[in-house]
Every structure is written in structure tokens, then in C-alpha cells.
């Protein structure tokens, strides 16, 4: 028996869902949280955060973790490569096929099944370059 509560889509939960997907920065849960403000004033950061995780579950957004930094939230849930700026951090995505000849590569050296990999390039975007 599937003992796992079902997740309902509030109007909260809708709203950030929507902001994270009509924006193409990645953005962090504190910009989440200045563009969810604007609508629904009184919400708080740990509101924005519960719903992040949770639509995060619910396979709806992805979170891309960067060490020490704040995460940040993808709208794109169909699996892709990123590449980040070091200078100015922006994160862009990388408009190529997510490479399935890499986990059978890997799954020939490694004692266990691969289901999915995450790649991320880091370099300087064309505004920091210079
Ligand atoms: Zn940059
Ligand atoms: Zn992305």
C-alpha cells in the first residue's frame, strides 16, 4: 500500500510552480520569494521553500545545487546539461542530447545500474570573458 501523502496543487504552490517556469535564470527561492511577494504579501521565505521541496518531489522542478551557494530552481524538468558563468553566476542551459552513451561508459566500470546523470559546465558567459 502506497503510504505516501498525495500532493494537491494549492494556489501558493501553483503561483511559485508558475514563477520557477516563466523564467529561464534559474532562479534562486529568494528571488522566487520577491516575485510571489508581489501577489500574495504576506507569504514567508519558509512558505516559498516548503513548496520549492515539494515541487521538487513532485518531479515538477529541479534543484541545482552549487555548493556553498543558494540552490537554484530549473522549471525545465526534462533532463539537460547546464553551464555556468564563475563571474557573474549566471546559469544557462545547454541546448544538446544528455549523453546516454556516458552511463553505459560508466555502468561497465562501476558495480551498479545507472538511472540518470547530472553534467555541469563552468566557464565565463560572453559578458565576463573579457
Ligand atoms: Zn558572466
Ligand atoms: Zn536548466
Redesign the pocket.
Known amino acids: 500500500m502506497d503510504k505516501k501523502p498525495k500532493r494537491r496543487m494549492t494556489k501558493q504552490r501553483k503561483m511559485i510552480l508558475e514563477v520557477v517556469k516563466n523564467t529561464t535564470i534559474?532562479p534562486t527561492a529568494d528571488w522566487v520569494y520577491e516575485q510571489v511577494k508581489k501577489e500574495i504579501p504576506n507569504i514567508s521565505l519558509g512558505t516559498i521553500y516548503r513548496n520549492l521541496n515539494v515541487l521538487k518531489e513532485m518531479g515538477e522542478i529541479?534543484e541545482?545545487n552549487y555548493g556553498s551557494e543558494q540552490s537554484r530552481f530549473?522549471g525545465?524538468s526534462v533532463e539537460?546539461y547546464?553551464f555556468k558563468c564563475l563571474e557573474c553566476n549566471k546559469?544557462l542551459?545547454i541546448e544538446i542530447e544528455v549523453e546516454r552513451d556516458l552511463e553505459d561508459r560508466v555502468e561497465e566500470v562501476i558495480p551498479g545500474r545507472i538511472s540518470n546523470h547530472r553534467c555541469d559546465f563552468f566557464g565565463y558567459c560572453n559578458d565576463c570573458k573579457e
Open positions: 534559474h529541479i541545482l530549473d525545465n539537460h547546464h546559469v542551459d
